[in-house]
């Protein structure tokens, strides 16, 4: 169980274009998320939390315009990099917090992580 | 400001060997603590958590950490590790919100020979 899927795995795309990605929760509700971003041999940075039916929260930093976060349901969040730049390029991971946990409520659950390389 | 430390950033040691890890944070209230790893190609897994009681806490593939509040420390340990436990060790801390963030330290790669 808990399981986190993230698609796609990775992606390549032009300087200008948009990306999304997406983040589901496969066999529980997670009515939080959350969008990370990992550079090479650096830590995660959390970069903000993904509320289902709510806005997301950001980070100090990161800019809201430009990484818009969509949690429509229980078990989707989508982050969508617009205009990307080659700046952009990362490892883009993202967590679920799996409501409904016997054990405890406060553990994230991660997906695989996107790697976007923007030309 | 709060952070989270991790004091090494390369460990290379011989299967059979102990392993201990160093983690400290900086925040005087409420803390939970994780470790997570991270095996080549594959995505963040929790080794182990702390949240209240029993500052030694044991986890899944022989882990334990152990939690100093006086310290502010929560050091990961094994006593004998294997070829397979070669991976990116993570630790990372919920400052005492209710909003589940977590910080995370810079992570501590480890390499075991076999």
């Known amino acids: 169980g808990a399981v986190v899927s993230q698609h796609p795995s990775r992606v390549i795309c032009k300087s200008g274009t948009s990306v999304k990605i997406e983040c589901r929760s496969l066999?529980?509700?997670?009515?939080?998320m959350f969008w990370y971003r990992q550079f090479p041999k650096q830590s995660l940075m959390l970069m903000a939390t993904?509320?289902?039916?709510?806005?997301?929260?950001?980070e100090q930093g990161v800019e809201k315009d430009k990484f818009l976060i969509n949690h429509a349901s229980l078990t989707l969040s989508t982050l969508t990099v617009t205009s990307a730049h080659p700046e952009d390029s990362s490892f883009y991971i993202c967590?679920?917090?799996?409501?409904?946990?016997?054990?405890?409520?406060?553990?994230?659950?991660f997906g695989p992580g996107t790697r976007l390389t923007v030309l | 400001a709060q952070s989270v430390s991790q004091h090494n950033h390369h460990v290379i040691l011989s299967e059979a060997a102990s392993l201990e890890l160093g983690c400290n944070y900086s925040?005087?209230?409420?803390?939970?603590l994780f470790w997570y790893v991270q095996y080549p190609g594959q995505h963040l897994q929790l080794l182990l958590k702390?949240?209240?009681?029993?500052?030694l806490v044991k986890g899944i593939k022989g882990f334990e950490a152990e939690f100093i509040k006086s310290k502010f420390s929560f050091n990961l340990r094994k006593p004998s590790v294997q070829w397979s436990d070669t991976a990116e060790y993570f630790c990372?801390?919920?400052?005492?919100?209710?909003?589940?963030?977590?910080?995370f330290g810079a992570g501590t790669t480890v390499t075991v020979r076999a």
């Open positions: 993904s509320n289902e039916g709510s806005k997301a929260t950001y």
């Open positions: 925040y005087g209230g409420t803390v939970n």
């Open positions: 066999d529980f509700q997670a009515t939080t």
């Open positions: 702390y949240f209240s009681g029993d500052p």
């Open positions: 990372a801390v919920n400052f005492g919100t209710n909003d589940y963030k977590l910080s």
């Open positions: 967590s679920a917090r799996w409501d409904l946990a016997v054990d405890s409520t406060d553990t994230q659950y």
